[in-house]
């Protein structure tokens, strides 16, 4: 045979078996040189995953392998979402992915797809994807020794420790003379500190982790976090009315009795100051009016102040004041509103701090007058998504459920809610700083609604309850106590 070049002029035979030689020669080479670069092909993307990407297949596999069924579409597809995950939605990267699948899982010659679904599924594969689960929580030795000690002991704790970060909060705690900045800054990182804490030891009672000595520790925690909740979606506000919520009602507080309260207390120091302007004036009558002039002039300059400088802290302790002592309906709504703001909060994920059911026991109990009557929450989580400038969907869900539910817990048995103005104004605020579009708000606050309203009246006797007892100043642990014990023998789909 001739060599092979540019001068061959052979027969047509021979170019022809030339010609397959040549070929036969190419495809050696090819599937000797052709992996090689498949895999350099393929490592480069790799290496450019984004974090997004592989957090989305980490919530993917998570999904698939905690549920108890599969079909093989899904894990045909969870398959195909492994496999593709480090390549580009190029068809030319779909190719090489699909080219090289046979490497990126182990598998033997001759397995079929059924068998491969197989061995991804098998209980071996299973138990390593929940030993390597990061969402598994450890807790430290404090913790495991405080819920060793029993439930009622561990409760206890708890309380103690959530005391401590109220006092160690800026907010609500005690204003020293040589306050800076620095010593502020540390007193409220060990307040967050002792929450974490007091969350550790509910946690910790609520898993298996907390069975310890001492026979009253067979009670668990079981209710936290584990309020059944609506899918979240967009919904309409026909929706809405379909489930007997009127928004015009529930998300516009009326005050009235406030209002009523405000417009006599008016016309009464208004008649005051006419009377001691005239009885001060004596018998020049005509200095009356100046003197009454005056006296208003320095009693709005009092209530300017107090509106710019204490929040109308002094104002909303006079009427406040007024409403408990004139209006049982009042002191009745105002416990409801606050029972559902804790119930709620417990039941989505969100301890509890502590409450005041006046602004007189606020007074009594931060010693300042621009702190509202209310609940107060272990939000330091919350804090460190918006200090890192990411929020989490179910941290704003939460804090929208948490704030709407005084005026759910209201409106269940009222028709309507008077109270929870400040915690409207404090949502779309939030809303307003994440700068969410109105559809987007709408979307959450309508999600937000039946979502608490669910809770509410699934729990209705509950609430009621827990308003009960927070008008005899029961503890937090004491409440946690009662929802635990309501809800120990209920199936988890009503909780």
């Not at 080219?99 to 397995?111: M, Q």
């Amino acid at each position: 045979m001739r060599t092979i070049g540019h001068d061959f002029d052979g027969t047509p035979d021979e170019r022809v078996r030339c010609f397959r030689i040549f070929t036969l020669v190419t495809r050696v080479l090819h599937n000797l040189t052709f992996p090689m670069a498949s895999t350099l092909l393929v490592a480069a993307p790799t290496l450019r995953t984004s974090k997004h990407n592989e957090t989305k297949i980490n919530k993917e596999v998570q999904r698939f392998f905690s549920s108890s069924a599969f079909s093989r579409n899904e894990k045909r597809r969870l398959r195909t979402s492994l496999l593709c995950a480090s390549s580009s939605s190029s068809a030319d990267d779909d190719e090489t992915s699909s080219s090289t699948s046979s490497s990126a899982l182990p598998r033997t010659p001759g397995t079929s797809v059924d068998a491969l679904d197989a061995v991804m599924m098998s209980p071996e594969t299973e138990i390593t994807t929940k030993t390597t689960n990061p969402d598994i929580k450890t807790f430290s030795e404090d913790v495991l020794a405080v819920c060793s000690k029993g439930y009622d002991f561990a409760l206890q704790s708890l309380d103690k420790k959530l005391d401590l970060a109220i006092k160690l909060d800026p907010a609500t705690g005690e204003l020293l003379s040589d306050d800076n900045e620095q010593s502020v800054n540390l007193r409220q990182q060990k307040g967050l500190e002792e929450e974490k804490f007091a969350i550790d030891v509910l946690e910790c009672l609520a898993s298996s982790s907390g069975n310890g000595g001492g026979e009253d520790n067979k009670q668990r925690i079981r209710a936290f976090a584990r309020g059944q909740q609506v899918p979240k979606r967009s919904y309409a506000l026909a929706e809405l009315k379909l489930n007997d919520i009127d928004p015009s009602k529930l998300l516009a507080p009326t005050e009235n009795t406030i209002t009523e309260i405000k417009k006599k207390l008016g016309v009464a120091v208004g008649a005051l100051v006419i009377v001691g302007a005239i009885v001060t004036s004596g018998e020049d009558v005509g200095a009356a009016p100046f003197q009454a002039i005056k006296t208003f002039v320095f009693l709005s300059f009092l209530l300017a102040y107090d509106a710019v400088a204490l929040n109308a802290g002094a104002q909303n302790l006079v009427l406040d004041f007024v409403a408990n002592l004139t209006s049982e309906e009042y002191k009745t709504r105002l416990r409801r509103h606050e029972a559902g703001h804790f119930l709620v909060a417990y039941l989505t994920g969100v301890l509890p701090k502590g409450y005041t059911l006046s602004s007189l026991d606020a007074f009594k109990r931060f010693g300042r007058l621009n702190v509202q009557a209310g609940t107060l929450f272990c939000d330091g989580q919350f804090q460190n998504e918006v200090k890192r400038g990411k929020i989490t969907s179910t941290s704003v869900g939460r804090f929208a459920c948490v704030a709407l539910a005084g005026v759910c817990a209201e409106y269940a048995k009222y028709g309507n809610s008077e109270g929870g103005a400040a915690d409207i104004q404090q949502l779309d605020q939030l809303f307003n700083a994440l700068q969410f579009s109105q559809k987007k708000s709408d979307d959450e606050v309508r999600w937000a609604t039946l979502n608490t309203m669910a809770i509410v009246r699934r729990h209705e006797g509950l609430v009621d309850e827990l308003a009960r007892m927070m008008g005899t100043g029961e503890s937090t642990a004491k409440l946690i106590s009662i929802i635990e014990a309501r809800l120990a023998n209920v199936a988890e789909k009503d909780i």
